[in-house]
């Protein structure tokens, strides 16, 4: 026997509606487990949620605009490691969209202003050799984070242009951007300890002194930008994980999965739920 398609809608309507009721509660634990249930529909939930964003109600119009940024959130991420399996990111663009998974209040313009600065000084050098560019690293200040130190602002960029620490993978990144936007093709390469640049004419360096090297043996292969990428997200990942931060070990967590495959996480639903005995 068949079922009703039109049926199906109008309970999928008013269960729909129901919950968007619920939001208007005063009990968390209600308003938690209905945006919950919300966000667990997907994207049929989009014209009722919008046409609430404008309620009178002060606390549901709150929670309503709670779930559209959530929504937003999530669709970034997506989108993010959509671009990285397509080969439609390079390596400073997804650098930044790393960034953002830690501080999701800033945003690309924000972080391409803070390079700028730096772009400006290296470019008034009128040098752009590699040598240079080591030089120009080094005399304002980047150094690579302690070995063994994991902070997530080490893989930060917007963090890293501001205290001038940071890891190894990311201020070869810096310095690549750099190189890139004086006209000079640089690579990463990863020797198993430590990410370097190096160059197509026999030179590599290693962020950790900023030394010119012969580039021979193991100092040949370049790194395509999602391998790059996913250990940067790896590594903020792990971050979330010592901080305890359930949030963000699911958010990031997703966007790990998703690069190189189509998996997406299925527990921890937003907003998670943590026994407060157990926490």
Not at 56 to 65: F, G, V
Not at 123 to 130: C, T
Not at 157 to 181: F, H, N, R, W, Y
Not at 217 to 233: H, R, S
Request: proline share 3%.
């Amino acid at each position: 026997m068949g079922v009703n398609k039109s049926l199906m809608d109008k309970e999928n309507e008013n269960k729909i509606k129901a919950l968007i009721s619920l939001l208007e509660d005063d009990d968390e634990d209600i308003v938690s487990n209905a945006m919950e249930k919300l966000l667990s529909i997907g994207c049929e939930i989009a014209p009722f949620i919008a046409a609430e964003q404008d309620s009178e109600n002060p606390l549901l119009r709150k929670r309503i605009h709670q779930i559209l940024s959530i929504i937003n959130i999530r669709n970034l991420r997506n989108n993010f490691a959509s671009k990285i399996n397509q080969g439609k990111t390079d390596l400073w663009e997804s650098i930044c969209e790393s960034h953002l998974l830690w501080y999701e209040r800033d945003n690309i313009q924000f972080l391409n202003n803070k390079y700028d600065a730096l772009s400006s000084n290296f470019k008034e050098k009128g040098d752009f050799s590699i040598q240079n560019l080591a030089r120009f690293m080094k005399e304002n200040g980047f150094v690579t984070s302690i070995p063994g130190d994991l902070e997530a602002d080490f893989y930060c960029i917007g963090k890293v242009l501001d205290t001038k620490i940071g890891a190894d993978s990311i201020l070869c990144a810096i310095a690549i951007k750099l190189a890139q936007d004086a006209g000079v093709k640089l690579n990463i390469g990863f020797n198993g300890r430590i990410f370097y640049i190096f160059s197509g004419d026999g030179i590599a360096i290693k962020p950790n002194d900023w030394k010119l090297r012969p580039n021979r043996g193991q100092f040949c292969k370049a790194l395509d930008t999602e391998t790059v990428i996913k250990n940067i997200i790896y590594k903020i990942y792990v971050c979330a994980a010592a901080s305890d931060s359930y949030r963000y070990i699911y958010t990031i967590g997703n966007v790990l999965t998703q690069i190189g495959s189509s998996n997406k996480l299925v527990t921890l639903p937003y907003p998670f739920k943590v026994n407060k005995k157990n926490k």
